[in-house]
């Protein structure tokens, strides 16, 4: 079929292990790919999906969906086709890595239920990876035939009913929920046993599939699930094109090796064809290149693509993640079909300008940033009494509001190839699969790749993200009007010196500045430009008489009177506020002027 007169749509089969998820994929398809229903030996060995499969069917294009249809002459009623592309994706928890891959691909996500056991631990993650992911949903109850016949109906109603309110607080609430019986009798039943509500889902999933985004214009760009050779033909990438378009004779790149080759061939489910754009799931065959070099990963016009070391991204926690997103924490980032270790730092917006509208298609370098310990959420602030950094470090406190947007620096353990604004998604894969927890941390996009290696020298001083610190102190003792010491607060170790010229302010209003040093215990001397006040030297009088009288021991106090012995109404403390940034190699104190 010519392409002009055919929009495909990509399909997610998601769910969990066992919930039928192949069996539907199967029901449903036409035409099956070389990577289709469990093809591979494992999977048929272990009766389990392993990896992403690829099958569709097609059906005429509804009315709505001829927007879509690439610049054509308008082709007559019946001609123009919707394909169906189903992403079969594995269930198994250990096999979560190739299931946000495949989730990213697609335009609608079928969640399929086991109608006998009803939401399990996978299917909620792969809820919560359908939000991230995609705009639409559709949830299928399978396995209805296993239901005793008398109670089959009360049950898938029953069913029906727990979904609509787990999809309640989600942006899926109100999606449409299917009964089908995808392989009557189970995988052993004989295959003349027809399956039950396909022609039905197949109309409800018509109906419900998006107009998708298809722009054939920029870099193609074509993410790789599967790599095999053919003999006396080449080598052969199957995938689906994430943006551009691409025609026979074309160069493309594998990034991640420094390759460029020249398609010599390609196919859309066994069918040639000589151009492909964005949404299309494709083959494309390339010469002398080892399939064994390239299992999933990226292609795309040669030097439009970059490998990076380190990056910036927005960041928004899951909510059904137990536990705070910390600040040097380690968490397994996916970026398409990749996932790598990273090590994050969190920083938000300065305190003026938290309530910014977020911004999602670039970072600003002029501006200032607030360190943050760990991201900032109602769970974080009841993680502990302060959820700011010891000594008055770190950011905003819980009761100044949570800013609209938060970023990350991710430092990757190898590096990744991926594009600008790809989503990002943060996970502890190494928790226990058993537990009913989610294992899914954080989502994001990638606003900024760091390419350089030496990027903590050569870019990170640019990044102005700064940590405020606060140290307290308190007025030893008065030296004249204009002068005093001051005590508490430095360590007996520290250089001082360096803190000389920084402002502290006094709990009775005054301002002054370090001078420098007192004596070797940590003392300083502190001028004051304006003065002390009357009333500041009356308060701080009584203290420099207690002090000096309390010398003599304990004798002679007791011979004094008691208005001599009396502690000063409060005592006069002294605070230090300034700013550090991150990546400063200097170390610089900075105030406010």
């Not at 198994?92 to 939401?119: C, E, F, N, P, Y």
């Not at 409800?204 to 998006?210: D, E, F, G, K």
């Not at 760009?221 to 599967?226: E, F, K």
């Amino acid at each position: 079929m010519a392409a002009w007169r055919r929009v495909n749509v990509n399909v997610g089969v998601l769910g969990h292990i066992d919930s039928g998820k192949t069996a539907l994929a199967r029901a449903l398809s036409t035409t099956a790919s070389t990577a289709a229903f469990d093809k591979q030996p494992q999977s048929r060995e272990r009766g389990v999906t392993l990896d992403l499969g690829f099958s569709c069917f097609s059906v005429p294009l509804p009315e709505r969906l001829r927007p879509a249809l690439p610049g054509c002459p308008s082709p007559e009623p019946g001609a123009a086709r919707l394909q169906v592309t189903l992403v079969d994706c594995p269930g198994h928890a250990s096999l979560i890595r190739t299931i946000i891959g495949g989730a990213q691909i697609i335009d609608l996500m079928m969640l399929v239920i086991d109608v006998t056991k009803g939401m399990q631990t996978q299917s909620a993650e792969c809820l919560v990876i359908g939000q991230i992911a995609c705009q639409k949903l559709v949830v299928v109850l399978n396995k209805t035939d296993l239901l005793p016949e008398g109670k089959r109906q009360a049950t898938i109603e029953k069913m029906t009913k727990k979904m609509q309110k787990t999809l309640e607080n989600t942006k899926f609430r109100g999606a449409p929920i299917i009964p089908v019986a995808a392989k009557p009798g189970g995988p052993e039943a004989p295959e003349t046993e027809a399956p039950q509500g396909i022609p039905e889902l197949i109309e409800l999933l018509t109906s419900q599939i998006p107009i998708p985004t298809r722009d054939p214009s920029g870099p193609f760009l074509m993410s790789v699930d599967h790599c095999f050779s053919i003999k006396g033909q080449g080598t052969v990438m199957t995938g689906t094109i994430l943006s551009g378009s691409i025609s026979l004779g074309d160069s493309v790149e594998i990034p991640a090796l420094k390759v460029v080759k020249k398609v010599k061939s390609m196919q859309m489910f066994h069918l040639p064809v000589t151009s492909a754009m964005q949404g299309d799931r494709l083959g494309i065959c390339v010469t002398q290149f080892d399939p064994k070099l390239l299992e999933r990963g990226l292609v795309c016009t040669p030097e439009s693509l970059h490998t990076i070391h380190a990056a910036i991204i927005s960041v928004e926690k899951i909510s059904y993640f137990r536990g705070p997103l910390q600040t040097k924490a380690k968490f397994h980032i996916t970026v398409g079909h990749e996932t790598v270790m990273g090590r994050l730092m969190f920083f938000s917006p300065t305190p003026d300008s938290s309530d910014r509208a977020p911004v999602l298609d670039s970072f600003d370098f002029s501006r200032e940033y607030l360190f943050q310990d760990q991201y900032l959420c109602r769970d974080s602030a009841s993680a502990g009494p302060d959820n700011r950094e010891a000594d008055g470090k770190g950011g905003q406190t819980p009761d100044s509001g949570w800013p609209r947007q938060q970023w990350a620096l991710v430092e990757f353990e190898k590096p990744v190839t991926c594009p600008r604004l790809c989503l990002v998604i943060g996970s502890r894969l190494d928790a226990d699969i058993h537990a009913n927890t989610c294992r899914l941390a954080f989502h994001g996009v990638l606003l900024h790749g760091l390419e350089d290696r030496n990027y903590t020298e050569s870019f990170l001083p640019r990044l102005r993200v700064y940590k405020r610190k606060q140290k307290h102190g308190l007025v030893e003792r008065v030296m004249d009007d204009y002068n005093v010491i001051g005590r508490s607060l430095f360590k007996k170790e520290t250089n001082i010196q360096l803190f000389a010229g920084l402002k502290v302010h006094l709990s009775t209003g005054e301002l002054g500045v370090i001078d420098g040093a007192f004596g070797q215990s940590g003392k300083f001397k502190v001028h004051i430009p304006g003065g002390l006040s009357p009333e500041s030297k009356k308060l701080l009088t009584p203290a420099v008489k207690k002090r000096g009288r309390g010398g003599r021991g304990e004798t002679a106090s007791q011979e004094e009177g008691a208005p001599e012995r009396q502690e000063p109404s409060q005592h006069v403390s002294l605070s230090l506020s300034f700013k550090r940034y991150v990546f400063d190699t200097h170390k610089r104190m900075v105030q406010s002027p």
